[in-house]
């Protein structure tokens, strides 16, 4: 896994967290920018920087905790009807990985 290639970079991420308040058990709404995170030097693929990202949250919240992340579908950019049963979202890179 990519977090032992960057240690340091993950245990600021993980100490803001904490800094902000998160702990063991909470349930947070997660709306992650890779830009805002600065640019990662040791140059893992998207998916190990996603899949090091969830596990710093995890990590934060705990196995306890529940995690809740933005779903799009882009219907109403297609001009199609939006059902919340049947349209589904769109899984870009957290989709896939989370």
């Known amino acids: 896994m ?49 899949e090091s990202i969830y596990l710093t949250l995890r990590e934060v919240i705990g196995a306890e905790g529940t995690m809740l992340f933005p779903a799009f579908s882009f219907s109403f950019s297609r001009n199609e009807d939006f059902s919340a049963q049947t349209t589904p979202s769109l899984p870009g890179e957290w989709g896939t990985s989370a």
């Not at 997660?30 to 998207?46: C, E, I, M, T």
């Open 2 to 50: 990519s977090l032992n290639k960057a240690p340091q970079l993950w245990a600021a991420l993980l100490n803001g967290l904490r800094l902000v308040g998160l702990d063991k058990g909470d349930v947070v709404f997660f709306q992650v920018s890779h830009k805002a995170l600065g640019p990662v030097d040791y140059g893992p693929s998207r998916l190990e920087e996603c």
